[in-house]
């Protein structure tokens, strides 16, 4: 998919009304809307009153190409109050203030943007953003809990610098950030439902690199992309996620997510069997090397001289994934323990990508496989997925019984949201 409207799986275009609260993060509002209306939406902003001392109606206007109005006093004829919000097919409220949220609980309609809220049919997101002790105070979890026991959406805040010296959960995420998982949840319903609180999910991302000498190495194509849509969807659920993340592309972190670095595929063995001992899901989305160089110079290899490199000699790197379960099964990890793997294939003369996957999901023995078809400028490095979920519901060892279900393409978001809906229970 390389169209614009196309992205986040959404062919046509969405009207989407953006609410913005009165906080200082007012103005990333206007990166938010610029996302929407890049991609081909049309957008109409609802600011509160109190949102307009921070960033003027003018700017939103311009901005969306729409009026703006705070009030339901404004076109009565055209009965704005409820029509905004029944015409739209997203509502995304960023930020959402404390009082924003507690007035969206209580059902208040006393202004446009919880008019237009009260009315909706649609999927609901709410970005909330304030300092670390209002975000803690009972209250406000309290009203983000009811919230989303109705349904909508509330994004886990990021952690970082506030508006003052403090700094601490509470921050609004990027606008590109929530823009994604907004539309992911308008493609996917229920993507963040929160059906994984109290679930330990580590996962890995990202590829490694198998050093040479101090400043070379042997390294692959991988973004991370993929891991961390799954860091972001699991958090979002509520589940307490470690990311153990490689070489990747410059992507935001997950809210609320534990991160580790590595950069070596025995780094990323050694972290993740650490972390595995306290898991209860494993997802293994990261690109591992299968070789690395026997020999690591401690200086810069010069050409020419008795040191001129002509061959590198490799050696084998274990399969991080096929020794989970290896552990699992010497009862070194934990029984309950699901063990997912990835499977990028290009197939070949002999056998589908989805041939080679099913074999693969045999040979390494984990409990659900995400098989993709890749190749050049194909999945790697790309916001868009697809591609199969394998599981052995019969145990059986014939690729043939097998049950295979397809992930249709969408932002790698939605492709997390199916991995993460296709886990086997325990
Ligand atoms: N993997 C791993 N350790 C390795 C290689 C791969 O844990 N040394 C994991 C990957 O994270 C992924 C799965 O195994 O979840 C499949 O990775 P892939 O590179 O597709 O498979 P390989 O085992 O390397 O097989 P091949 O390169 O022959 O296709």
Redesign the pocket.
């Known amino acids: 998919m390389t169209d614009n409207a196309s992205k986040n799986n959404t062919s046509k275009p969405l009207r989407i009304l953006v609410g913005v609260g009165g906080g200082i993060a007012a103005f990333k509002a206007a990166h938010l809307v610029r996302y929407f209306t890049e991609r081909g939406h049309n957008v109409h902003v609802v600011p509160t009153e109190s949102a307009l001392n921070f960033v003027g109606a003018a700017t939103w206007e311009a901005l969306s190409g729409n009026p703006v109005s705070t009030t339901v006093w404004d076109d009565v004829s055209g009965v704005q109050h409820v029509r905004l919000g029944q015409e739209a097919d997203l509502i995304v409220v960023a930020p959402a203030t404390a009082d924003l949220m507690a007035r969206l609980r209580m059902g208040r309609a006393d202004d446009l943007l919880t008019a237009s809220c009260l009315v909706a049919t649609c999927p609901v997101v709410i970005a909330p953003a304030m300092h670390t002790e209002m975000w803690e105070n009972p209250a406000t979890q309290d009203n983000v809990a009811t919230l989303r026991s109705r349904g909508i959406t509330v994004l886990e805040p990021a952690h970082g610098r506030l508006t003052g010296k403090d700094s601490g959960p509470g921050r609004l995420p990027e606008p590109d950030h929530i823009g994604a998982l907004a539309l992911a949840a308008h493609a996917q319903p229920g993507i963040f439902h929160q059906d994984l609180v109290g679930t330990r999910v580590v996962v ?1 991302a990202g590829g490694t690199h198998e050093e040479l000498d101090p400043v070379r190495f042997l390294g692959n194509a991988s973004s991370g992309r993929q891991g961390y849509a799954l860091a972001d969807v699991a958090a979002q659920r509520g589940a307490d996620v470690h990311l153990i993340a490689g070489h990747t592309e410059d992507l935001p972190t997950p809210s609320g997510a534990r991160v580790t670095r590595i950069s070596s ?1 025995l780094e990323l ?1 050694d972290a993740t069997e650490q972390a595995a001992r306290e898991a209860d899901v494993v997802i ?7 070789y690395r160089p026997a020999q690591q110079a401690d200086s810069k290899l010069k050409k020419g001289g008795e040191d001129q490199l002509e061959v590198i000699e490799l050696v084998e ?8 379960v290896e552990l699992r099964r010497a009862g070194e990890l934990p029984e309950g323990l699901r063990i ?6 290009t197939g070949d003369s002999e056998s589908t990508p989805l041939e ?1 996957a099913q074999r ?1 999901f045999l ?2 023995g ?1 409990d659900l ?1 995400m098989a993709n078809a890749v190749g050049r400028g194909k999945v790697f490095g790309q916001e868009d997925s697809a591609g199969w979920l394998i599981t052995n519901p019969f145990g059986s060892d014939n690729p043939e019984a097998l049950e295979v279900r397809e992930v249709p393409a969408g932002h790698k978001l939605e492709v997390a949201g199916a991995i993460l809906n296709a886990l086997p229970n325990t």
Do not use: Q, S
């Not at 293994?284 to 299968?290: G, N």
């Not at 997912?340 to 294939?345: C, D, L, S």
């Open positions: 890995t595929a063995k293994m989305a990261a690109a591992v090397a299968d790197n274990p399969d991080i994934l096929a020794g989970l997912v793997g990835f499977a990028a294939e080679h693969k040979r390494k984990c496989l």
